[in-house]
Nanobody
């Protein structure tokens, strides 16, 4: 079994910063790509940031350089530094990872999600 556990959400004022963390644990052979998604009230889940196993990152346009994703491959942890937060960033943020659990099948990746962490930005 593989678990992803997020932390770091909370309430901040507009213009503030938050750093989210997500640690993968369990029967892990290798973690491939990792990412952060969010779901705003009444809307579909959307990609916020993505990072490959070698550190290549990808962001949608609405991030506008405000967010930075990073990872620690030793700790199987991914981070999301969020700066210049806006009220419209209010959402539940979810961690996602592609995880191989069996060394006999090193590229058989399972897609796993965390439980989500709530981020609320006040105006």
């Amino acid at each position: 079994q593989v678990q992803l556990v997020e932390s770091g959400g909370g309430l901040v004022q507009a213009g503030g910063s938050l750093r989210l963390s997500c640690a993968a644990s369990g029967s892990i052979f290798r973690v491939n790509d990792m990412g952060w998604w969010r779901q705003r009230p009444g809307q579909q889940r959307e990609l916020v940031a993505w990072i490959t196993s070698v550190g290549t990152t990808n962001y949608p346009d609405f991030v506008e350089g405000r967010f930075t994703i990073s990872r620690d491959n030793v700790k199987n942890t991914v981070y999301l530094q969020m700066n210049s937060l806006k009220p419209e960033d209010t959402a539940t943020y979810y961690c996602n990872a592609e995880v191989a659990t069996d060394e006999r099948f090193p590229r058989r990746y399972l897609n796993r999600w965390g439980q989500g962490t709530l981020v609320t930005i006040s105006s």
